[in-house]
C-alpha cells in the first residue's frame, strides 16, 4: 500500500510563512501529479496548487505569488511553501497523488490525513 504523511503545519501571523511537507511511502514505482487541497470549515475543498511529473505547476489565483509547490522525486516527497499568509488561508490543508505502485499497471490516487494551518495574530 502507499501512505502520504504532512507534516509542517501551524500557527501563523498574517505575513508570516509556513512550509507544508507531504512524504509518500510504499511500494511506489512512480509518482505522477501530486496536490495540495484545502478545506476551511464550512466550506468544500479546494485544489490549492499541483505539480505534474514534468513539473509543470498551476495554482488558484488566490494563491499566485505567495505559494510555491515542488518536488522533490528520489525522496518521493513533495512540498508547498506558503510565504505572505493571510487568515483567509485558514485551512486544513491536504496532499493528494497520483501513484503507480510496483507490479501494478495502473495508476490510483491517494490523500494525506491533512494539517491544519492558521493564520491569525
Known amino acids: 500500500q502507499v501512505q502520504l504523511v504532512e507534516s509542517g503545519g501551524g500557527l501563523v501571523q498574517p505575513g508570516g510563512s509556513l512550509r507544508l511537507s507531504c512524504a509518500a511511502s510504499g511500494s511506489i514505482f512512480s509518482i505522477n501529479g501530486m496536490y495540495w487541497y484545502r478545506q476551511a470549515p464550512g466550506k468544500q475543498r479546494e485544489l490549492v496548487a499541483g505539480?505534474?511529473?514534468?513539473?509543470?505547476?498551476n495554482y488558484i489565483d488566490s494563491v499566485k505569488g505567495r505559494f510555491t509547490i515542488s518536488r522533490d522525486n528520489a525522496k518521493n516527497t513533495f512540498y508547498l511553501q506558503m510565504n505572505s499568509l493571510k487568515p483567509a488561508d485558514t485551512a486544513v490543508y491536504y496532499c493528494n497523488a497520483d501513484v503507480e505502485r510496483v507490479g501494478v499497471p495502473a495508476t490510483y490516487n491517494y490523500w494525506g490525513q491533512g494539517t491544519q494551518v492558521t493564520v491569525s495574530s
Open positions: 505539480i505534474t511529473s514534468g513539473r509543470s505547476t
